[in-house]
């Protein structure tokens, strides 16, 4: 097979017979087309002459007066190139290197013809290939800097926690997004608590919802999940249920309509007829206005329950099954709660929130949602997790792997859109009354901070309303998500740059900008590490996926990203094409990056250097993200506090020296982002405090 | 008061101008950016807004001084040839005017956030309001000459905006696909305005249909036939159809505005507007007739096996619009209007919204299958039909205005819709006897077809008219049933194809998926003689023309090239490297064709307009 493609190509390409002999003759023939190719294939062809090059190599018989001229521009080019060597000819570049160094004529006459030759030689080899990396450097040396001074203030000035139980306790999503959010809690109420993880909430799920016809899987995408979870109505809700049946069946023949419509011209007649007789007002309102009347979407009336409740036996691992039984529920919640530090002081309420996204017209609309559920959205995971968790028998399982949860202690799945800055409650129809005060107050505390959310975003969206209130922030957004015409409904994981795997402690009172994926872990909880291996081996990846796949389409957004949106034509329900016909895009569109800071990610974590470098030494996966530097880890001493950065050419961890600069000081964050639309350096943020 | 009516038709007509104009300067200016971009869009929103109220106006105009046609002022005399600056203001022109107003006003708003930051931004409005000023002049001018330059501004803006994004090479090879096959068209109608002038016709298009009755039915045909070739290569109708999938290369809402919508529907209008004259004429109906037909089935098909969204809009429009051609070539134009119109609207907001299709189709087939008998009747299946009857009985009442043929047509649609619908419902009653999707399918058509077969006679008093004839229903009935029994085919073919099995349809879902094989067939057609005639016109250039300048003229250089020529590589590298240096008298130096590329716009040009000049045929 291999002779024949062989023969083939040799046909086709160079017209000879596909021997030895025949090549090296047709080679020895034609030096000119040999010296092209050589320089296209070992990439010494300018961009500017590639696409000549190319074309005229594709049928080198016909193009012999192209491929020489070619040749010649490459001749010449490279002659040029040589020129340069020679002190005499590169004045120009010296006489722009003195003007910087601020050298006078007298210095240079007087230095030997030698050492001048040589720092040109400096110059010629500190080429844009090797700037770039300098500069890429010198820019996240900058934020780095400034992001440990604000992590080291912040730990040398802890802001005051009040004590006792907290009102409420809400577990969010990692994701930087749910930054704002958080701080915007503990602005509003500073008594509740707020924790981080993965937006699975460690359930690895296969999910049926009530209108769904398959199973999606609700997990990162790296766990092929065994656990088969459905929603099911409950019996009293019948009725409901018939409605919605109707409802969606007479939708679903609506779609059956168009997709006949377009099989025959008649219909397609019809249907272009009546809808654009009918359908031009409604949707010219739409266009013009758009967010008039548009109400953020509603769960279903249907009042449902995800089924099973928990299976009676258990199963092999690998094979599919239904739920989840009471000790595989108590584990995985007990490994939970050790990792998040949480085994005792449970508030009354306890939120467990996924996240998802809002938007219309929008190919990309996986890019936004829960990247920890496979880019949808996670409130089904948060809404097992509660269901769990409340469950008696669970609980006492509970007690005895050492969490103790109270009994006037409630949770409540629930999910963040961070789209529309909506925020949805499951099941809220089983709460007890006696919880019932606790959450309506934190539920207040839950809406402002909402608020407070899309304000923060506002700032950062061109035509979203500046400096207003948190009212007409929050009716922004809402709009933004309904408007057809907004290829940016949301800005997703653009200030992604930085990690915190820790306590709240950490970063509880520093404003970091939305930037900081939050990855809740306790070290108290973890004499052996054996916890933070495992948080590593998750966040790790995941934190520096995402943060990679940002910087790579920023960096090159032709190639590693997919262009602008605008042009983008949905092809064959996979993805989409440039225009009429392209290659399939890949990558995050420009809309998506266009504010993004590409620096990788830094990452902190609560442990000291030695048992980190352990556990890199131990993780091949860990080690070629740290090693070769995809991520900057820095360490935080758990016991006092000293930070230390990891330097990847050492490979050990160096101590930080520990000098400060004093931070600004605000007394909430919608003080900090006043007035401000680039991206800000960390600042504290301290209610009590009185500039 | 008809001063009033006048002025803002002239005011409405020139708004898109003025505010393309504003939009160029900033496009052209090195310092306009994005703080810019919200005073150049709210300007072609203004200009837009203008125009939509101005064709409001002048729809109002028609009820109070009625239609007329205008003279602003001369624009041409030459040896006793006249134009005029003159605008014809009829029902017509300004519903076409209405629907070109309110689909640029809504592309206008959604083009201000879509394209917000796209460095080509202004240039993007000032081209996109260049074309309203243009479809507006279309819509309203009053003599062939006028429309003509209206026709012009939708060709050229077309081509700019589908080569949008020049640092691509695929955009700038279709926008000059669009524009080259395009000059086929222009070239006709310009023969057209000649032909009527040479025969003595008028240009003014009030008194277009005065002259006809005395042609001879030759004269008439010469007179009609360009119109129809400019009308069926504007709108993408075969032969020309190869350009017309391949344009949607620009930003969305140009894409949707152009072949959604306006450029798309420009040939029917130009149709209806000269329909005094394409009527009359047996050869120019059929044509229209006949190109309609082939494109309405052939179209349906290629809609059938495509798999992108924009691709799959932009042949779905084929067909509705060679669906219009049919009507126009069987005699009726009102009904071509009024399906053009809503039709526009309707494709428009689906190119619109074409960036949904991956996730509401994934949507679609997430939904649990509907259990077999289970299906619920909504209320919305009774919602067209009642519609139909309520409009009938508004009609029957003479509660619509008689405007138009608009009762009629309303209840046409409508009823058309209510008997589809109708037919489902039927074949959920009865179709699950029947075995197979295709023979229940073919129960719904069949009714379907009778049922518009009997509207279409009825509302356009088909049957009291001497046009009619049996003949018109056939070719529609076989219209709609070649393109509903292809698609069958097709989609046989297709999920046969998935499960590996072979079925005799393989050729059509070929000549489907390969959209009729058009490219190539244009490109050996058209492309290459012309490529051949080039490489003459190049040979007779450089084997007599240079010699002889050369011989008059030894030391004028010509144009400049990268590297010098290929014989002497080495020795001309010292001096004037860039430049190519002066042939010898006499001698036969080759021609270096690599011209200097600023940018892949160029290249891309030189690719398709160059290698028409040059020798190596490609």
């Given amino acids: 097979l291999e002779r024949t493609l062989v023969k083939h190509l040799c046909r086709t390409q160079f017209n000879v017979d ?59 080019l490279r002659e040029d190139r040589d020129k340069l060597e020679s002190p005499h000819n590169g004045s120009w570049r010296l006489f722009q290197l003195c003007q910087l160094l601020g050298r006078s004529a007298d210095e240079i006459a007087a230095t030997p013809p030698e050492q001048l030759r040589e720092v040109l030689q400096h110059l010629h080899t500190f080429d844009l290939s090797a700037r770039l990396p ?75 919802g009530l209108d769904d016809a398959q199973r999606w899987p609700l997990c990162p995408i790296v766990v092929t999940p065994v656990h088969e979870i459905t929603e099911v109505a409950v019996p009293e809700a019948v009725i409901d249920l018939q409605a919605h049946i109707e409802a969606r069946e007479a939708a679903k023949a609506r779609q059956a309509l168009v997709l006949e419509a377009r099989r025959s011209p008649l219909a397609s007649l019809a249907r272009s007829q009546v809808e654009g007789l009918l359908g031009l007002i409604p949707w010219m309102g739409r266009v013009l206005f758009p967010g008039l009347g548009h109400r953020p979407e509603a769960p279903s009336k249907v009042t449902t329950r995800l089924l099973p409740e928990f299976a009676v036996a258990g199963a092999p691992p690998g094979v599919i099954r239904d739920g989840f039984t009471l000790d595989e529920q108590a584990d995985r919640l007990a490994a939970f709660f050790r990792i998040q530090g949480m085994v005792d002081h449970f508030a009354p309420v306890v939120f467990i929130t996924g996240h998802g996204s809002a938007s219309v017209n929008n190919p990309h609309r996986g890019a936004y949602d829960c990247g920890a559920c496979s880019g949808r959205h996670g409130g089904p995971n948060a809404r097992l997790f509660a269901s769990f968790a409340n469950r008696p028998e669970v609980r006492t399982r509970l007690v005895d792997r050492g969490v103790v949860i109270p009994a006037d202690t409630w949770f409540l799945g629930s999910e963040h859109n961070t789209a529309d800055e909506q925020f949805v409650l499951f099941d809220e129809d089983l709460v007890p009354a006696a919880i019932r005060p606790a959450l309506d107050a934190a539920l207040v505390t839950i809406r402002e901070a909402c608020r407070g959310s899309a304000h923060e975003r506002c700032r950062r969206l061109a035509s979203a309303p500046h400096d207003s209130t ?222 | 008061m008809r001063l009033f009516f006048d002025t803002a038709a002239v005011v409405g007509l020139c708004a898109p101008f003025l505010a393309s104009a504003f939009a160029a300067t900033r496009a052209l200016s090195t310092t306009a950016g994005e703080a810019q971009e919200a005073s150049t869009a709210r300007a072609v929103r203004m200009g837009a807004w203008t125009a939509l109220l101005a064709a409001a106006v002048g729809i109002i105009g028609q009820g109070v001084v009625g239609e007329r046609a205008m003279v602003v002022g001369r624009w041409l005399a030459v040896d006793g040839y006249k134009v005029d600056v003159a605008l014809q203001l009829d029902r017509i022109g300004a519903v076409a005017w209405l629907v070109v107003g309110l689909l640029g006003v809504a592309a206008a708003r959604f083009s201000t956030d879509y394209l917000h930051r796209e460095p080509g931004y202004h240039r993007y409005f000032a081209l996109f309001s260049l074309f309203l000023g243009g479809a507006s002049l279309v819509a309203t001018a009053g003599n062939l000459v006028l429309l003509f330059g209206g026709w012009e501004l939708l060709g050229l803006t077309s081509a700019l905006l589908i080569g949008f994004f020049f640092e691509r090479r695929a955009p700038v090879e279709n926008g000059f696909r669009a524009f080259s096959t395009n000059r086929i068209g222009d070239g006709a109608f310009l023969f057209g305005i000649a032909m009527v002038v040479v025969q003595g016709g008028s240009i003014a298009l009030e008194g277009l249909g005065k002259a006809v009755p005395g042609w001879s039915p030759a004269q008439l045909a010469l007179c009609a036939v360009p119109f129809v070739v400019a009308a069926a290569a504007k709108s993408g109708q075969l032969p020309f159809s190869g350009w017309f999938w391949r344009s949607v290369e620009g930003p969305t809402p140009s894409s949707a505005v152009f072949y959604g919508a306006i450029v798309a529907h420009a040939g029917v209008f130009l149709l209806i507007r000269l329909f005094p004259l394409i009527g009359p004429s047996a050869a120019a109906s059929g044509l229209v007739l006949l190109t309609g037909a082939a494109t309405a089935v052939a179209a349906t098909w290629v809609t059938a096996a495509q798999t992108d969204a924009k691709g799959i809009l932009a042949w779905a429009t084929l067909a509705q619009v060679g669906l219009m051609f049919v009507t126009l070539g069987l005699g009726y134009p009102e009904l071509a209007g009024v399906h053009a119109a809503l039709h526009a609207a309707w494709r428009m907001s689906q190119f619109l919204e074409a960036p949904s299709a991956i996730v509401e189709v994934r949507a679609a087939l997430r939904a649990p299958h509907r259990l077999e008998g289970s299906t619920p009747m909504s209320p919305g299946w009774f919602v067209a039909p009642g519609l139909a009857l309520g409009l009938i009985a508004a009609a029957e009442l003479g509660w619509l205005p008689a405007a138009f043929g608009v009762p009629q047509v309303l209840v046409a649609t409508s009823v058309l819709a209510g008997l589809d619908l109708g037919a489902r419902i039927v074949s959920q009653a009865f179709g699950e006897r029947l075995t197979g999707g295709i023979r229940r399918s073919l129960v719904v058509h069949v009714i379907a077809w009778v049922g518009f077969a009997a509207v279409y006679a009825a509302v356009s008093g088909l049957w009291a008219s001497t046009r009619v004839t049996p003949f018109g229903a056939i070719v529609v009935a076989g219209v709609l049933f070649m393109g509903w029994f292809g698609t069958q085919l097709l989609d046989r073919q297709r999920s046969e194809r998935l499960d590996g099995a072979g079925f005799e349809a393989r050729r059509l879902y070929g000549l489907a998926l390969h959209r009729l094989y058009l490219d190539p067939l244009s490109d050996r057609l058209l492309a290459q003689p012309l490529l051949r005639f080039g490489a003459a016109l190049d040979l007779f250039d450089r084997r007599v023309l240079e010699p002889m300048t050369g011989l008059v003229a030894p030391a004028i250089q010509t144009r400049e090239a990268i590297g010098p020529p290929s014989s002497s590589p080495s020795t001309s590298s010292s001096q004037g490297a860039w430049r190519r240096p002066v042939p010898r008298s006499g001698s036969t130096t080759t021609t270096s064709w690599i011209p200097t590329r600023p940018s892949w716009a160029c290249r891309g040009c030189s690719r398709w307009w160059g290698s028409l000049m040059c020798s190596s045929s490609r």
Wanted: aromatic share 8%; proline share 8%; charged share 25%.
């Fill in chain 1, 18 to 76: 596909g021997t030895l002999a025949d090549l090296v003759r047709y080679i020895q023939n034609r030096p000119v087309e040999c010296m092209v190719r050589q320089s296209l294939y070992g990439n010494a062809v300018p961009d500017w002459l590639t696409d000549s090059a190319r074309d005229a190599l594709d049928h080198p018989t016909e193009h012999r007066r192209e491929i020489h001229l070619v040749a010649d521009a490459l001749w010449r």
């Fill in chain 1, 470 to 691: 948190r009212e007409a922030a929050l009716r922004h957004v809402i709009a933004r998500t309904a408007d057809l015409s907004q290829p940016r409904p949301e800005l997703g994981h653009v200030t992604n740059a930085m990690a915190v795997v820790g306590r709240r402690s950490v970063s509880r009172g520093l404003f970091l900008d939305r930037r900081s994926f939050l990855i809740g872990y306790d070290p108290d909880q973890d004499p052996e590490g054996s916890i933070l291996e495992g948080v590593l081996l998750a966040a790790g990846p995941v934190g520096a996926g995402i943060n990679l796949e940002y910087y790579f389409s920023t960096v090159d957004n032709d190639r590693f990203g997919c262009g602008t949106k605008l042009p983008h034509n949905a092809s064959g329900l996979v993805g989409v094409m440039d225009g009429a016909e392209s290659d399939l895009r890949t990558g995050l569109p420009r809309q998506m990056i266009e504010i993004h800071e590409p620096v990788r990610l830094q990452l902190f974590v609560e442990a000291t250097p030695e048992r980190l470098l352990d556990i890199v030494g131990r993780q091949p996966i860990l080690q070629t993200l740290v090693g070769n530097g995809w991520i900057h880890v820095i360490s935080i001493d758990p016991a006092d506090n000293r930070l230390a950065w990891f330097d990847p050419e050492a490979g050990a961890f160096t101590p930080w020296d520990g000098r400060r600069s004093e931070l600004e000081r605000f007394t909430a964050s919608a003080e900090r982002y006043r007035g401000a639309e680039g991206p800000l350096p960390p600042a504290l943020i301290r209610p009590e405090a009185r500039p």
């Fill in chain 1, 134 to 208: 300098v500069w890429q450097e010198a820019y996240e040396r900058t934020f780095q800097v400034r992001v440990v001074n604000g992590v080291a203030a912040n730990l040398a000035d802890p802001p005051a926690v009040p004590q006792g139980r907290p009102t409420f306790q809400i577990v969010v999503c990692i994701d930087e997004r749910e930054e704002a959010f958080r701080r915007h809690l503990e602005e509003a109420d500073p008594r509740c608590q707020t924790f981080g993880h993965a937006g699975f909430f460690g359930l690895p799920i296969r999910f049926q």
